[in-house]
Structures are given as structure tokens and as C-alpha cells.
């Protein structure tokens, strides 16, 4: 399944490339995700926890800088884990690329996504919602690294809020399935439209 999005950031191109040079700090940016170790190599291990309704998953696993180009600010990341309890699996492959705006910056993502066990169980619309949410956490945080290594601080000085609460994560995924309801609903009629 192959999930597209972007987000803004309010820094110039080149200081939003240099920040994705270090994976640490990009992991911590994204809810439920944790660095376990360096393998060497731009491989690491880690682990993404999160709650998709009442099933909480734990995926392990690697993940692997497959592709770097500094010129066209653009990077390829391919990630593959199984969930501790046997559950499922889910194997990623994530380009982004960093372009210039009047405001700074927008990261463009493509999410290829392959899930199977209990997460597959989840529809398409559900687990496109719920990477929205998790893509705009992510975008904050990213915006409120940048901005506090700017200040002096360093990372461990910089709160990235909550982990990924399943609760938090499906009630904004359902408010934004919903607002896609009610907007096919009381959209007028528009010939050609479907």
C-alpha cells in the first residue's frame, strides 16, 4: 500500500537535509519509535510500538539507509520487523525529499507499506488516518528539534510529547474519517464528479 503526504517546515532546505543526517534525532521524532542500536553500516535496530484499537503492537526489527543523494535532497529508507508476539509483520520502504518553499521547507514522503497478521486487519482508510496522524506528531517534533538545537539545547533537553497513545492516535484518525464522510455527504451535487 503505497501512503503519500507532506508537511511543512519552517527552516530552510539545507538545515532540514542536515537535520535528517542524523537518525537518532529523526527516530525520536516520530511517535512510539525507539533506536535500540547502531549496526554500522547506516543500519539500525529498533523497535515502533503502537495501538491500532484494541491490538497494541510491538514491531522489532532493522532499518537501512538504502539511498542518500545530498544534491536532490533525497533519501531512501527500507524498514522490515516482526511483532514480539508473533502477530504480524510489516516491511516499509520510505523516500523522502526535501523541497524549497517561500516559508522554508516541505517534506514529501511515499510510504510503501506491506502489513500482515493482526495489523493487516485494519483497512486501508484506517491506516492511511492513522500515518496522517502519526506524520503531522512527527512533523512537530521534527520543527521543535530543529528549532531548540537553534536555542542551544540539546536533544535530551527537547520534549517530542507523548509516545503513541492508541486512544489519541484512533479518536484523530476518526475525526479525519469522519470529515471525509460528512464531506462526500453535504457536498452538492457536481456533474462529472464521483
Sequence with gaps: MLIESDFEVSEPPDKVWRFFDDIPQVAACLPG???????????????????????????TGTAEIKERDDAA???VVDAAGADEKGRGQAAM???AK???TRQGSTVRVAQD??????AAQYGRGMISDVTSVLM???ATNMQNRISAADQGLSP??????????GFTIALRAMRMALARVARRFFLPYQPGRT
Excluded at 507499506?113 to 493482526?118: D, E, N
Aim: charged share 25%.
Design 33 to 59: 519509535a525507539e533506536l535500540t542500536d547502531d549496526l554500522g553500516d547506516d543500519k539500525y535496530q529498533g523497535r515502533v510500538s503502537i495501538r491500532m484499537g484494541p491490538v497494541r503492537l510491538q514491531f
Design 73 to 75: 535532497k533525497r533519501i
Design 93 to 95: 520502504s520510505v523516500t
Design 98 to 100: 526535501v523541497v524549497a
Design 113 to 118: 507499506l506491506q502489513l500482515s497478521g493482526a
Design 136 to 138: 503531522r506528531d512527527f
Design 156 to 165: 535530551d533537553q527537547v520534549a517530542t510529547g507523548a509516545p503513541a497513545s
